[in-house]
């Protein structure tokens, strides 16, 4: 089975600190995802890569970077964490033979939390 | 905004067919219709997707009408483990850009 592993599944942080989310994939998957869910507004795309050092703004890219330096790690950093990105944060992976599939494979989420 | 509409909520008995309607009229000839379903406190995991055929694999079956302007996802024997928020996401081939569009989709209730 594939396996999309999230470093942290809840984190508090401060106003200002610096953040990293960090996501694994096991089945050698060219792209991946970052996405932010918020009630009411369902998923909303964050960054993506689709190679090693390779990305792409999503919907929301504004206050946060992506980190692509090897094909199964992509991390998500937040420079300045703000009270705005308490959030749940996903993490999702496709390619190799899942690619047209339809099936994107997901993290079990980080729940972050800013005071 | 997300290109489909879909009911709040639903409730279902255990065991009984759960039927999930979802309007997409403004889809495109290209675009494929996608459902997932997120567990609470879980990832979204995938479904089923189809263009204008009806499809079922081991978890569903998906019936998409012939204008494609509407579908419905079937659980055939609804569990309590298949309460869930279920999305129904209208999209481009997945090889191609993965900008799927998320509505708040509708949370399915099975109740024993």
């Known amino acids: 089975d594939v396996k999309v592993t999230q470093s942290s599944r809840y984190l508090v942080k401060r106003t200002g600190e610096k953040v990293f989310l960090e996501c694994v994939q096991d089945m050698d998957h060219e792209n991946m995802f970052w996405y932010r869910q918020d009630p009411g507004l369902g998923l909303r795309l964050i960054y993506f890569s689709y190679d090693v050092k390779m990305k792409e703004k999503g919907d929301i890219p504004e206050g946060y970077s992506v980190s692509r330096e090897k094909k199964e790690r992509f991390s998500l950093i937040l420079e300045s964490a703000s009270t705005n990105q308490t959030s749940m944060y996903l993490c999702a992976s496709v390619g190799g033979l899942e690619w047209g599939t339809g099936e994107l494979f997901f993290g079990e989420g980080s729940r972050l939390t800013v005071l | 905004d997300a290109k489909t509409t879909q009911p709040p909520s639903m409730d279902c008995a255990e065991g009984r067919a759960a039927n999930l309607p979802c309007n997409h009229s403004t889809i495109s000839g290209n675009e494929y219709v996608y459902w997932y379903r997120q567990i609470h406190s879980q990832g979204p995991q995938y479904i089923i997707h189809?263009?204008?055929?009806?499809e079922t694999n081991e978890m569903a079956s998906l019936i998409i009408t012939e204008d494609r302007k509407s579908s419905t996802l079937i659980l055939p024997h609804a569990t309590l483990r298949d309460t869930a928020v279920y999305y129904c996401i209208v999209g481009p081939p997945m090889d191609s850009n993965y900008q799927l569009i998320w509505g708040a989709g509708t949370k399915l209730i099975i109740k024993p």
């Open positions: 189809g263009l204008k055929n009806n």
